[in-house]
């Protein structure tokens, strides 16, 4: 990008040393007008927090993900454990309701 960008500005500064050194032509003119805008949006960033003003949504994006499909998995989890409640009050039935909420109670603490 680097290299692209540095032929931009010497065919920019090329053809503007044409047209001082003999007359504007409709295809120069254009030319410079398409140069200067594309350098105007590939301008690169001037302080470091605009350089990692991308990273760090791309970075927030995926912790976002990651923290949905942990949740989803844990919830996931604590229904294979609830699954297991069959209405009476037996030792194997509170064990999978407090399997269950131990799981929930997990993701809250994270």
Same mark, same amino acid.
């Given at each position: 990008? #680097? ?18 050194? #003999?007359?504007p032509?409709?295809?120069?003119t254009? =030319? ?7 350098? =105007? ?5 001037? #302080?470091?927090?605009?350089?990692? #003003? ?8 995926? &912790?976002?993900?990651y923290? =949905?499909?942990?949740?989803? &998995?844990? &919830?996931? +989890?604590?229904?294979? +454990? ?16 407090? +399997?269950? =909420?131990a ?5 809250v603490?994270?």
């Amino acid at each position: 990008m #680097t290299d692209l960008r540095t032929a931009a500005k010497a065919a920019l500064w090329a053809f503007q040393y044409h047209i001082d050194q #003999t007359w504007p032509t409709d295809r120069s003119t254009v =030319a410079i007008a398409a140069l200067r805008a594309a350098l =105007a949006q590939q301008e690169e960033p001037q #302080t470091l927090d605009d350089a990692l #003003t991308l990273p760090r949504a791309t970075a927030q994006a995926y &912790e976002n993900g990651y923290k =949905a499909g942990v949740a989803h &998995e844990r &919830e996931a +989890c604590a229904q294979v +454990c609830e699954a297991r409640f069959v209405g009476d009050l037996t030792r194997e039935d509170m064990e999978a309701r407090r +399997c269950a =909420a131990a799981i929930r109670a997990r993701g809250v603490q994270l």
